[in-house]
């Protein structure tokens, strides 16, 4: 079942943003993200905002059709030109995310690409993305994208092993998500990632090593390598409490973690965020950046989160609902919230020491600083960082970020 949207204030209908959310704009990046909810099956561990055609049918399926979703979308951005107003400021990033972008036809991924280049602008050198399955595109529709204006693709392979991919109730074969690479490369994509999982019930470090050394081979120049988290409500959960399948627990994933670090740093790969490393600094996600850093980003869907200026808001969650207020005129928000300078403190704490470059001492209240300097004095923190005034975590320190990140807030 997809996660639960959080409590806030009521979103204005027209959508409008308090006039201090814009003030200073021009010194933060713009980006978006595009949400696309369907999916052809529902993957065991997922509990993201996303539905199968059997899930759409009855209340609000005409209105939730893949058919005319671009155009939908396209009516949220055109919303969002209304919204900021004479914000002069190109996107810098754009990310297609989901469910699974690419059950719709490149044209329409294409198509809500250029309402936001009408709309707004790309700046030059824009980074835009699309999530795929492997499973869901051929060298024809990469090329599609790429004449459409994509430059980077991001293919979902979790794991080079047919038994863990069962598990987490991927469709795709194993060799796949390297073919596409390939594909990738050869219709023009600047950058490609691959996604993986560590942590699945069942897979051995043997498996873990395997996925690894495909990831390597295959030549993309950005990983991303997550721990499995059980979300409550998803099958896989429900597997686990009935004891068909057992739970991985936090040392196997330490373990998997030193071993992707070791792995990934030895083929030239380099962390830059605890759980993403890539080949150069080009190679990085910059949309992803722009969430860490605290810019500004638009979320156009259903269940999409934008964040303006220290104004955070989200979308209805169903995709009949959100496409009923578009027809209507009215704004998708379910709710928003204003956040406070203590807030946004917070969360660049939160954020930003998960970074390769850390976060700043001055962030940090009284008991914060004193726990950063217990975490130096426990092997937590980079000594010559810490030197110069910035927080930045060792190896050891990325295995324990949570626990780091919750003492540093105080």
Known sequence: MPSALPDGE???????????????????PLGFYLHVPYCATRCGYCDFNTYTASELR????????????AGTVAEEIRLARKVLGDDPRPVETVFVGGGTPTLLPAADLGRMLAVIRDEFGLAPGAEVTTEANPDSVDPRYLAELREAGFNRVSFGMQSARRHVLKVLDRTHTPGRPEACV?????????HVNLDLIYGTPGESDDDWRASLDAVIGAGPD?????????EE????????????????????????????????????????EVSNWATTEAGRCRHNELYWRGADWWGAGPGAHSHVGGV????????????????????????????????????RVLLELRLADGCPLSLLRPAGAAAAARALSDGLLEAGPYAEGRAVLTLRGRLLADAVVRDLVD
């Open 10 to 28: 009521p979103m204005p209908e027209d959508g409008s943003l308090p006039r201090p959310a814009l003030d200073g704009s021009g010194q933060r």
């Open 182 to 190: 390939a594909e990738a490369r050869a219709a023009g994509f600047d």
């Open 312 to 347: 955070r808001w989200w979308n209805v969650k169903h995709p009949g609902a959100y496409a009923q207020a578009l027809s209507e005129g009215r704004s998708p928000g379910a709710g928003r919230e204003l956040l406070s300078a203590e807030d946004r403190r917070v969360e």
């Open 58 to 69: 009855g209340s609000g399926g005409a209105l939730a059709s893949r058919e005319t979703y």
């Open 233 to 272: 409500g998803t099958r896989l959960a429900r597997r686990i409490r009935r004891g068909e399948i057992p739970m991985t627990d936090d040392d196997v994933h330490a373990d998997r973690y030193l071993i992707a670090e070791e792995t990934l740093s030895a083929a030239g790969f380099h962390w830059y």
């Open 222 to 230: 950005h990983v991303s390598a997550y721990a499995l988290i059980v």
